[in-house]
């Protein structure tokens, strides 16, 4: 089992930054990819991105690519999403996951581990 706890900041002006931390325990996270997807009031939970258990590969969705870093430090079990130039619309509850099946990452049904989610507030 891992157990996946987010955090970071939750009230953020647009244009600002924020840096979001996902700390696994239970196990080593090393093996997994780890994505972060979010959810705005009344949409579906999307994909924003995701990271092989190397750090060597990522992939963005297009709504945060270029504004958007996934990163992992495996020693201390923690993923981060650093983002950038932040719009009203990235407002949502951010989820982080362990990817556990040979599924498509970009899709919530292969992440089998999943943290309960932090909100994040983007102020016009």
């Known amino acids: 089992q891992v157990q996946l706890v987010e955090s970071g900041e939750d009230l953020v002006q647009a244009g600002g930054s924020l840096r979001l931390s996902c700390a696994a325990s239970g196990r080593t996270i090393i093996s997994y990819y780890m994505g972060w997807f979010r959810q705005a009031p009344g949409k579906e939970r999307e994909f924003a991105a995701v990271?092989?258990?190397?750090?060597?590969?990522?992939v963005y969705a297009d709504s945060v690519k270029g504004r958007s870093t996934i990163s992992r430090d495996n020693a201390k079990n923690t993923v981060y999403l650093q983002m950038n130039s932040l719009k009203p619309e990235d407002t949502a509850v951010y989820y982080c996951a362990a990817k556990t099946t040979n599924g498509d990452a970009t899709v919530a049904a292969s992440y089998g581990y999943w943290g309960q989610g932090t909100q994040v507030t983007v102020s016009s």
């Open positions: 990271i092989s258990g190397s750090g060597g590969h990522t």
